[in-house]
Every structure is written in C-alpha cells, then in structure tokens.
C-alpha cells in the first residue's frame, strides 16, 4: 500500500503546511506559558507533566491530520474511523490536562463566552451533543456532503471536536467550577457514552451494503481527495483511472466498512476503559485514605 500511496506526492502525504502550523501552535504555547507568560499572568510556568501532555496532544494532531494518516483516511474508511478514534476521544484529553489552569480561566472569564460555555459543559448537554453530532456525522447523506467540500468538512468535523472538548471537560475539569461528577458519577458518563455511541458503529458494522459513496463510487472518492491532494497532483492522475479504494485496500468494500466501525467500537472501549480504571483506582485510594486509622488503645492492647 505505502508504494502505491507514493502517486499523491509528498504534500499529500506529509502536509507540510499543517506542519508548520503544528510548529506555530507549539511555539504559541511555550511563549504564552513561558517567556511571555508576565504579560497575561503572575502564576509560574506549567509542569512538566503538563508540557508533556501538550506537546504530545500536538503530535498526535500531526499524525492525524497531517501524516499519511490523514491521506489514507479520505481513500479507505478503516483509517477514516481510526483517525476519528484518535482525534475525538484522546486528542482533546491531552490538551485540556496541558493547557494551565490560568488559561482556561481567562476562557472561561470572557463575558460573551463565559454563559455559553458553562451552559454546554454541564454534564449532560455536553453528552448529547457529542454523541448527537458523532451519529448525525456518520448519517450517509451527511457524511457524503461533509467529505465533498472543503468548508462544510472543516466546518462539521471542528464542531464535533468542540463538542469532545466540552464532553471531556466533564471527566478532566480543567477549573473547579466545571467540576460537576463525583468519581462515581465519572464513571457512569463514561460508561453512558459508550453506549450512546454504539448505534453509529452498530450503524457501519451492521450495514449489508457500503453506506457511503465517497468511499465506494468513483465520482465522489476523487472529490473527497481532493481536500487532501492538490488539485495538480490529481489532474496529472487523470489518466490513471482509479476508480476508488480498492487499489489501495485488499480488503472488499464492504468488509471495509465493517472492520471500520468495530475498529471505532473497540478502540472507544480501549479509551474508555482506560480511563474507567484510573478514575476507579484514584476513587478507591482515596476513599481508602480516608479510613479512621486502627485506634491505638487496640494497637497497644495486641
């Protein structure tokens, strides 16, 4: 597959671009939070551990949406899902845990923004409207106009992760006042995601025919790549007559699909599992904490 990949050139491939963009991101951030900090905050520098999920939350956006990732995401729907796995359920966790408290305190303080953001990062609301958006996404009619035109998919794919950042921000709450969910609770919402984001998977595996046409129909899979492939890379492929993914995958197009949506189901329980057991071990220890310690008129007695 990788030498056939080589036909889209290195831009496609690579995104140098988006490159420089993740370059530009990260250098916002040391400055903001170091060198330049003063003039925005009298608090210190972010930890280290906060650096470090940061930056990483940044080369994890890279590889997702600038590496061949990226490229291969508009050509097989097994990477298409692959990439939303990643940048919808781990990509907006590094980054809420890396951004420092005083940043997301002048956020959250903005006049304008402040109601909005409280009203959409109340539990509940934030867990209907990204699993609503997640499922409208993958609707066939939705997902086909979404991938065909360069605005309506940044569009529709930015407002879903705004609205992962707000479900996220129930579990991470980067400000107290945003710290809704005992441990317990925490558990459950997870747990409720899981189930609320079923239905778009069981939607994709369950399918006995491919449900969408900017993966299956020729037409459409050339006008999906080009959000991707510059337009004089695709124009000097004219002659080679690709008809869609198929050249690039071994496996049919329905079994595409199907291994799609459980490669989406089984890397959510992964996540989400994941994060069930720290938040359950960090719950358990501190409940265990909190025991009255053994009296010491029994210690002394034994």
Not at 68 to 93: E, G, K, S, V
């Amino acid at each position: 597959m990788w030498l056939e990949l080589q036909i889209f050139g290195f831009r496609a491939l690579w995104s140098p671009y988006y490159f420089l963009f993740i370059l530009l991101l990260a250098g916002l951030y040391y400055y903001i939070t170091g060198p330049g900090r003063h003039h925005f905050t009298d608090e210190g520098r972010p930890t280290g551990k906060q650096q470090a999920l940061f930056y990483t939350g940044l080369i994890v956006l890279y590889i997702i949406k600038g590496s061949p990732i990226d490229l291969l995401a508009h050509i097989i729907f097994t990477a298409h899902m692959t990439q939303m796995a990643l940048y919808y359920l781990l990509f907006p966790i590094l980054i809420i845990k890396g951004i420092p408290k005083w940043m997301w305190k002048k956020l959250f303080h903005i006049p304008v923004v402040r109601p909005i953001l409280l009203l959409l990062s109340k539990p509940l609301i934030a867990l209907l409207l990204f699993n609503a958006s997640f499922s409208l996404y993958h609707l066939p009619s939705v997902f086909d106009y979404a991938k065909t035109g360069e605005f309506a998919h940044a569009g529709i794919t930015l407002g879903i992760l705004f609205t992962a950042f707000l479900m996220w921000m129930s579990v991470f709450p980067p400000l107290e006042e945003l710290d809704r969910l005992s441990e317990l609770l925490k558990i459950g919402y997870i747990f409720a995601n899981g189930v609320l984001i079923t239905p778009a998977c069981a939607l994709i595996i369950f399918a006995d025919a491919p449900l969408y046409a900017t993966f299956t129909e020729g037409g459409p899979w050339v006008q999906a790549l080009s959000l991707c492939v510059p337009q004089d890379v695709l124009n000097g492929m004219a002659g080679l007559k690709m008809s869609g993914p198929e050249l690039f995958s071994p496996l049919s197009l329905l079994d595409d699909q199907q291994s799609a949506g459980i490669i989406m189901k089984v890397a959510q329980e992964i996540i989400f599992g994941a994060i069930i057991a720290k938040i359950f071990f960090t719950w358990f220890n501190k409940e265990r904490d909190i025991i009255d310690p053994v009296p010491a008129h029994i210690t002394q007695d034994s």
